[in-house]
């Protein structure tokens, strides 16, 4: 079946520091891809999204590429704040068949100033 | 922006007890209510799918008379764990799908379940 792969956490930064967290799925097909984010306290909120190869979603700063052939939809960062600490979801979602969300297991991320 | 209330935020209860997690959705109508857990170090997994006045649709393996799921409104939806065990110890995620205006789907900020 379909699957999210993310990198383990935590990981844990200093301000202005270069963020990468890994992504790999397990789809058939061509599902589009979704990064999720949960600040404490508050709900997944919807941070950027790619739905088809080669594709580069952005959002505050954070961009991921579709790459079909590493099956891959790593998030990047150029320079992380103290306020990007949160927990972040990697998801995928196919356009056929059942349309849920299948996630990865979440990477907490925190930033020290 | 749209949000989605879930309460509480953190239970403890004994063995075989019930537990109630409500998710309002406070500025919007949802037409459908997604309910996730998630084990530690794992997956968040989809549960069931809820529509407003119809019965849940449960994944494969969620025990449906285990997990009662109540839509009875567009604004509120219910997950009740019945007789709770120490193996139900889990993360709940409730979530709230809108398709006016294009499909948007809003989370509530979890549930932490812990069943002694």
């Known amino acids: 079946g379909d699957s999210v792969t993310q990198m383990e956490g935590p990981v844990t930064l200093s301000e202005e520091a270069f963020l990468t967290i890994n992504c790999t799925y397990t789809a058939t097909g061509y599902p589009s891809l979704f990064w999720y984010v949960q600040y404490p306290g508050e709900g997944l909120q919807l941070l950027l999204k790619a739905t088809k190869a080669d594709d580069k979603g952005s959002n505050k700063g954070f961009e991921a590429t579709y790459r079909k052939e590493t099956t891959s939809f790593h998030l990047e960062k150029g320079s992380v704040q103290v306020s990007d600490s949160a927990v972040y979801f990697c998801?995928?979602?196919?356009?056929?068949?059942?349309?849920?969300?299948?996630f990865g297991q979440g990477t907490r991320l925190t930033i020290n100033p | 922006g749209a949000v989605v209330s879930q309460h509480p935020s953190w239970v403890i209860c004994k063995s075989g007890t019930s537990v109630k997690i409500e998710c309002r959705s406070l500025?919007?109508?949802?037409?459908?209510m997604f309910w996730y857990r998630q084990f530690p170090k794992q997956s968040l997994m989809l549960m069931a799918t809820?529509?407003?006045?119809?019965?849940?649709?449960?994944e494969q393996g969620v025990e449906k008379d285990k997990f009662l799921i109540n839509h009875a409104s567009l604004t509120l939806s219910t997950l009740t764990v019945t007789s709770a065990h120490p193996e139900d110890s889990s993360f709940y995620i409730c979530?709230?799908?809108?398709?006016?205006?294009?499909?948007?789907?809003?989370f509530g900020s979890g549930t932490q379940l812990s069943v002694l």
């Open positions: 979530s709230a799908r809108v398709l006016s205006g294009g499909e948007k789907l809003f």
């Open positions: 809820s529509n407003e006045g119809s019965k849940a649709t449960y």
């Open positions: 998801a995928l979602r196919r356009l056929e068949g059942a349309q849920k969300l299948v």
């Open positions: 500025d919007f109508q949802a037409t459908t």
